[in-house]
Every structure is written in structure tokens, then in C-alpha cells.
């Protein structure tokens, strides 16, 4: 059985930092694109960042570049978003995704999906 568990979301002033990590199971992680959405109350879930299955190449929403980064532990099966400088508008919940082997931005071409975990903002 395949699975995506994320995990490191919590409550942070803005200025701060999160690191959120989703361990992988049931797939073989290493060729595998990994990447993270995000999705606010009201809106839809968008692109933040993506990882090539070998972890050489990255993709990055322009709202998030230079203060995310995301990398990957295949050794582990997990995958990291550091997130730093957060801003209010950060706040949404964080999800994981999957799929085989090439990096898109685009949600609907991800198979495996974790449950999410909430990172909420303060000002």
C-alpha cells in the first residue's frame, strides 16, 4: 500500500521557519518526482515546489522562491520543505505528491497524494 505522510506543520509567527517532511511507503521512492502544494481555505491547491527523483533539479513557485527549499533523502524515502521568512500568506495546508518520473507544475498530472498537515501564520 502506498503511502504519504506529512508531517511538521504547526502554528509560527511570520519571519519564522518550518520544515516539513513526507515520508514515502509502498513506492519506490527514488524515481519518483516529489513535490509539495499548498491549498488556502477557499482557493485551489497550488504548485509550491518540486524535486527531480534523482534531486538534481528543482522547481519553485515565484511566491515562495528564495525562501523555500526542498530536498530529498532517498536512502529515507522522505522529502523536506524548509521554509523560512514565512509570511501570513503562507498559511494553508501542505501537501505531499507523487509521480513518476517527470517534474510538472500541474496538480492534476500527480498520482499519490498525502493527507496534508496545516501551517498557519500569525502577523
Known amino acids: 500500500q502506498v503511502q504519504l505522510v506529512e508531517s511538521g506543520g504547526g502554528l509560527v509567527q511570520a519571519g519564522g521557519s518550518l520544515r516539513l517532511s513526507c515520508a514515502a511507503s509502498?513506492?519506490?521512492?527514488?524515481?519518483?518526482?516529489m513535490a509539495w502544494f499548498r491549498q488556502a481555505p477557499g482557493k485551489e491547491r497550488d504548485f509550491v515546489a518540486a524535486?527531480?527523483?534523482?534531486?538534481?533539479?528543482?522547481n519553485y513557485a515565484d511566491s515562495v522562491k528564495d525562501r523555500f527549499t526542498i530536498s530529498r533523502d532517498n536512502a529515507k524515502n522522505t522529502v523536506f520543505l524548509q521554509m523560512n521568512s514565512l509570511k501570513p500568506e503562507d498559511t494553508a495546508v501542505y501537501y505531499c505528491?507523487?509521480?513518476?518520473?517527470?517534474?510538472?507544475?500541474?496538480?492534476?498530472?500527480?498520482?499519490?497524494w498525502g493527507q496534508g498537515t496545516q501551517v498557519t501564520v500569525s502577523s
Open positions: 509502498g513506492l519506490t521512492f527514488g524515481v519518483y518526482v
Open positions: 505528491a507523487a509521480r513518476f518520473y517527470q517534474m510538472t507544475t500541474d496538480r492534476t498530472t500527480y498520482d499519490l
Open positions: 524535486i527531480s527523483w534523482i534531486g538534481g533539479s528543482t
